[in-house]
């Protein structure tokens, strides 16, 4: 799963529902080929947890000692 929302300015249909639009709030959805694409073309941002990525560093710093 990906945390997307909508560039600026931009709308972007949801996967298989052309009617209903990502907008400028997060949203959860599949890594799909078609979000994946959106992301490339800089219509969708990608949104990272920072509780997520705080975790992960903590993680790493005792792996790595």
């Not at 560093?57 to 790595?64: L, M």
Request: overall charge positive; cysteine-free; aromatic content about 6%.
């Amino acid at each position: 799963m990906l945390k997307v929302k909508a560039n600026n300015g931009i709308r972007v249909p949801y996967e298989h529902k052309a009617n209903q639009y990502i907008g400028s709030e997060p949203v959860e959805v599949k890594a799909s080929a078609y979000y994946l694409r959106q992301i490339k073309a800089g219509d969708l941002i990608e949104v990272v947890d920072v509780k997520t990525t705080k975790k992960t560093a903590q993680k790493d710093e005792v792996k790595n000692g």
